[in-house]
């Protein structure tokens, strides 16, 4: 199964992620993001941090989740490519996120994304499918 | 990507009204500036919905209106403008976007672009190594909590008091660099530790450095007051914002609002435009924090400012006095300000949104700098970087139709994907080269997305602002020179 597909946006750009369930969704979200930003590939699983959130309902959820990981990337320059989803909930979770800093010897950053926005945000639970644009 | 089907009369060669019948829960009709040519594109997108939905804000007044850049945003179009009573209406952090007080600076210099020709290549990389850019960019400054807080009151006179620029500059920056009512007390810790590091970088995406020559004027007199004297005289653009301490106070205050509108019983389409009563302690937060981001913007530009100085005199080997380098004005085109507008032959304060839209106030408004008061406000219009920018005036016309507000830009065409499939970085680099101009670029593939087909004509926008007599055109430049994040 694809992790998660592109969404062609005049400005910015916005995926669709899937999984078995939610929270491999909301992984591969995350997955994607990372994939709008550098080369996942080149990103080595050396370091790891436990990225706990909580929000009012599950789409506030998935805006928080990954504007917390944009956080990680401003404040410690971590790129990340792994994520292990420990709890999920509608309205909180934890997972163990791991990759490792910026290095702008190894990666190659492609797009800066200023932030998840609401703008469209679907956590569709039928299909295990959510979907978010983001702010380039 | 579903366009827009839904109504739309044409009012005349530049103006097209969305009305309130539309769709159910406007309060408002929605008006677009564009001409024929440029309305078929526009309706291919989200946009036009987005200016309908912009229309469902609580207090607003006048139209929902998109400037001609318009395009598909995210809550708001890029290029929108709505205006809202402070007494009843709401301010909406998604009105101002992510990166709020995104702007644009011009500097101008005594050189002319024959002079500064033969050093182009060695100007680009000063510029490019100086001034930190692109994304992972660290800046110079280290800053305590403590000075945070007073660039987050302060701005552009923080930069100034540290010795970055000039305090001539402050004058001819919109709000002088300084917007009051800041209130340090509602950023987040999270946003300050994210614009910590930042300050003084130039970010990535369609942020840049330019630098270019007059070629042509359009209004002598005017041009002559803003220090913009003859053709071929070399300027330059600062274009950047406020970094991730702006995005984290937007994500901050959208899931307050989200709160708030539940609160306030308020409803909106879609949740990126989430708001709450201008009045109201969130929404008073909101502008507390978001002039702090304002701010944070302001003195990044004035840093950023001060290191393309300094790279200039360096390879120009001269010093400044010679140099120039005069700011002759900086604009905010990501923001929410409140203003007096008149409003059925009434004065009445408005909370006035412009996301990719930018302020032009006419000749005599009390908040046009001394030096121009008789010019009106000067606007910048970057467009993309093979083709030109413009620098316009404000009218009085503006400020009885748009709340004193005009364009922003070229506005994006094509999105990044699809100027990825049709040109490559390395052809984007090339046909620049071919017309003179020099880039330095983080990356590659970067540039290919911001490549001129991306956009709109520059050309194009202006003519519409110029033909509905919301601006009025002064000047137009040719970049030689363009660096990128």
Redesign the interface.
Known sequence: MKRFE?I??????GLNAYGKDLPEAFANAAYGMFSI?DEVDNVREVETRRVEVS??DI??LL??WL?SL??YF??E?LLFKKFDIIEFGDTRMVANCRGEK?D?SR??????V??A?????EVDRKENRVRV?F?? | ?PGWSGQLEKIDEYRWRIPKSAKAGMRVDGLIYADEKMLHQILE?K?TEQVANVAFLPGIVGYSMAMPDI?????FA?GGVAATRVSDGVISP?GV???INCGVRLMRTNLTVEEVRPHLNKLADAIFNDVPS???SKGNIKLNSREMEEVLIKGSRWAVNNGYGRKEDLLTTEEKGEIPGADPDRVSA?AK??GN??LGTL???NHFLEVAYIDEIYEPEIAQVMGLDHVGQVVLYVHCGSR?LG??V??DY??EM??AMQKYGIEVP???L?CAPVTSPEGQAYLGAMRCAANYAWANRQCITHWVREAFCRVMEMGEAKAGLELVYDVTHNIAKIEEHEVEGKKVKLCVHRKGATRAFPAGHPDVPPQYAKIGQPILIPGDMGRFSYVLVGTEQAMKETFGSTCHGAG???????AKRNISGREVLEALDAKGITVRA??L??LAEEASESYKDVNDVVGVVQGAGISNKVARTRPIAVIK?
């Open positions: 592109l062609e946006h005049t400005a910015d750009i930003i929000a009012d789409e506030g805006f928080e504007n944009l956080y401003d404040v320059m910026y702008s990666h190659q950053i492609k797009h800066g200023k932030s926005t609401y703008h469209t945000l644009i702010d380039i | 990507m997108d946009a395009h598909w945003g995210y809550g890029i998604g976007g992510f990166d692109g994304l992972g999270r530790e994210r590091p930042q970010g990535s995406g991730g995005y984290q937007a994500d959208i899931k989200i709160r879609d949740r990126q989430a994006r065409l094509q999105s990044r994907s699809a983080g990356s593939s970067g994040g």
